[in-house]
């Protein structure tokens, strides 16, 4: 796997204040940089690429024709698997979980650090950007921020590729599968919902899947990377 960083078993702990500064120098400082890049991109599609929006609107009202009940209820239930408090609920269960049968916070807490990256990242871009949502029916109600980047699939991503991420280290081939495949579609469901639901434009959702790659794999590689573990006094 790509996203696999070095020394994903490893079992010696680090110093925690060595940590922090390994997450905020390796995570945080390229998460500015990602920023910048998601804000940048917004301002280009709600100034002179203005006229993207009409292109994107093509495909949120081709969705807008398929609907019916079924998969109003269908997708009501994907979209809802990226609400944020779904999303912590998780990531705590799962931490927790992880936590008590490994005994390596390091190795825990890999997806809390890249679910609240991506949030930084996501409500700094939007506040900015100020893009409004596809101009078709929504069927969820629509929160105060823009339309994107997308919340709702940063969220997802960051939080599954960061499961997807830790799984690489299950010994058992069928298990180690599993989950990472569950952990690949989950994503892509809460996306396409949020497409289908007329909540975001697919540049929102394609931007807000990146973002919550990076952060996941900036949160495992700085909290794996042993070179970021060692006291200046010990190199």
């Known amino acids: 796997m790509l996203l696999k960083p070095p020394d994903l078993d490893r079992r010696t702990a ?3 204040g060595t940590a922090i500064r390994g997450i905020l120098l390796g995570a945080l400082a390229p998460g500015i940089l990602l920023w910048l890049a998601i804000a940048a991109i917004g301002q280009l599609l709600t100034g002179p690429l203005i006229g993207w929006n009409r292109s994107e609107s ?3 009202r081709s969705l807008q024709d398929t609907r019916d009940r079924t998969w109003d209820s269908v997708t009501a239930l994907w979209s809802h698997i990226g609400n944020t408090e779904i999303i912590i609920g998780v990531c705590l269960v799962v931490v927790s979980l992880v936590w008590w049968r490994t005994r390596r916070w390091w ?3 890999i997806p809390a650090i890249a679910i609240s990256l991506q949030a930084a990242i996501f409500v700094a871009a939007t ?4 893009r409004p949502r596809p101009d078709v029916p929504h069927l969820d109600p629509a929160p105060p921020t823009s339309s994107y980047p997308s919340g709702h699939v940063g969220a997802s991503v960051a939080l599954y590729a960061a499961f997807a991420i830790m799984a690489t280290n299950i010994q ?3 298990l180690r599968r599993t989950v990472i495949g569950v952990c690949s579609v989950i994503p892509v469901l809460v996306a396409y919902a949020r497409l289908y639901r007329g909540m975001h434009h697919l540049s ?5 899947a990146v973002n919550g790659l990076i952060c996941a794999a900036l949160a495992a590689s700085r909290l794996l990377d042993r ?3 060692l006291d200046r006094s010990h190199r």
């Open 14 to 16: 680090p110093a925690r």
């Open 58 to 60: 093509a495909l949120n």
């Open 107 to 109: 190795f825990a807490v």
């Open 127 to 130: 506040a900015v950007t100020g």
């Open 172 to 174: 058992r081939t069928w």
């Open 204 to 208: 929102d959702v394609v931007v807000g």
């Open 227 to 229: 070179s970021s573990w």
